[in-house]
């Protein structure tokens, strides 16, 4: 596993579990499961009553603290606020009735630089309107370019703005062609699977040099490049995919009738015309989108982060008494990452697809985004033994099953085998 996140990122956003989309680069930690302890140390002596508000507040000061962190280190990314907030506002009013126990939960997505004090740094508890609080989950996209990934902890979603570029291409090229599994996504999805080792090189920046339309950075702020090597991306969209570019589509993004940033040098495929093409692109766009973002919420609403950190309380209280500390640690961590882990992610296919279909989502929207992301697994040299996400085709069975109305457990996914590959399919459509 490959990483870009500050020490200090990484342990905030692993502390109290990150649940991420895809275990590559930037946002997928393996050691996150040894931040729990120091926080089980700090609050392990408090009685169980006064232990579940702090534990609460804990929790909220850690998102604050990882999207000020998030926020200082990269550039923020606001080219496709409009798509998110509307899926937004479609979703928020729904949360209620699939998530009771959430009670009324605001959305917003950053769409402009938060509060600032002169040259000094973002700070958790100064970010106005964007502080993440028991009642607003609070989604942001920065320019990051590790990794086709986003994660959640607790009351904050950060998006890779890659994962936000690929789809929109993605959404491009089946608008422009009429379907999937074509060759330019097997290009996309093998420039992603390599993302992570693009990034050592690029160092930090304080302004653009190229079109940076819808970055934004805090002025005199260094954040890391966004800019990835544009001969990497041409080479690997030149020379695999087998089709012909406009180059000038390396350099920009054309939608919602301007010209915005392309720091990862995606292309469109010669010929593509956005007066003929653009508003079927949007629109796929948006379906392939909401799925994704109905997962990461589906950890949020569910206190998945709290669950983590309360199995560690109760695993660690009982394991302290007959092993040695180490050892406890050990047991716990494993635990987290070959269970628990497991659990949490099939619970957020499930609650996702629920949130999904209540704002008009198809099965096909779900399937589309889960092809793309399994071609990104297959493209990768090694699998990655500790991915606690579902298989392809378990996701889309999982889908299917809560789209129909039938009762899915976690324990019926246990029971799905790998045999059933040969079922993998591209969506159709």
């Not at 570019?245 to 593509?272: C, M, T």
């Not at 309380?313 to 990452?337: G, H, I, P, W």
Request: contains cysteine.
């Amino acid at each position: 596993m490959r990483a870009r996140l500050s020490q200090s990122l990484r342990a905030w956003v692993w502390g109290v579990v990150g649940s991420a989309l895809l275990t590559v680069g930037a946002w997928a930690i393996p050691d996150f499961s040894g931040a729990p302890f120091p926080i089980y140390e700090k609050l392990h002596n408090l009685p169980p009553a006064q232990r579940t508000p702090a534990v609460q507040k804990s929790l909220l000061e850690r998102s604050g603290e990882v999207l000020a962190a998030g926020l200082n280190r990269y550039a923020l990314d606001v080219r496709y606020a409009n798509t998110i907030q509307r899926i937004c506002a479609n979703l928020e009013p729904n949360l209620g009735s699939i998530f009771p126990q959430a009670g009324g939960i605001e959305l917003r997505f950053i769409e402009q630089m938060p509060p600032y004090r002169g040259s000094y740094p973002f700070q958790s508890n100064y970010l106005g309107r964007y502080t993440p609080t028991a009642e607003r989950l609070v989604l942001s996209s920065l320019a990051v370019n590790d990794s086709y990934n986003m994660f959640s902890l607790h009351r904050v979603i950060l998006i890779d703005s890659f994962l936000l570029d690929a789809l929109y291409r993605v959404a491009q090229y089946k608008a422009f062609t009429g379907n999937y599994d074509n060759p330019y996504e097997q290009a996309l999805a093998s420039y992603a699977a390599g993302l992570s080792s693009y990034a050592p090189a690029r160092g930090s920046v304080n302004k653009f040099s190229d079109i940076s339309t819808g970055l934004l950075v805090r002025p005199g702020a260094s954040v890391d490049n966004p800019y990835l090597p544009f001969n990497r991306s041409y080479n690997i969209f030149s020379t695999r995919s087998g089709l012909t570019w406009d180059q000038r589509s390396f350099h920009s993004i054309e939608r919602e009738g301007g010209r915005w940033a392309n720091p990862a040098h995606l292309p469109v495929p010669k010929g593509y015309d956005p007066n003929l093409y653009e508003r079927e692109a949007q629109r796929s766009f948006e379906r392939l989108l909401a799925p994704i973002l109905c997962h990461e919420i589906s950890h949020c609403l569910l206190e998945h982060a709290r669950q983590r950190l309360e199995k560690t309380f109760s695993l660690k209280t009982r394991l302290d008494r007959v092993m040695s500390a180490q050892e406890a640690n050990a047991q716990v961590r494993r635990y987290l990452n070959e269970n628990l882990s497991n659990q949490q992610e099939r619970e957020a296919d499930i609650y996702g697809a629920k949130l999904g279909r209540s704002i008009g989502l198809r099965v096909q929207d779900f399937e589309e985004g889960f092809w793309f992301l399994n071609l990104i697994e297959k493209s990768q040299s090694k699998v990655n033994v500790i991915d606690s996400h579902p298989q392809y085709i378990e996701r889309r069975r999982l889908v299917e099953q809560v789209y129909s109305g039938q009762d899915v457990s976690w324990a019926q996914t246990q029971h799905w085998s790998e045999r059933e590959s040969s079922l993998e399919s591209a969506p159709q459509g």
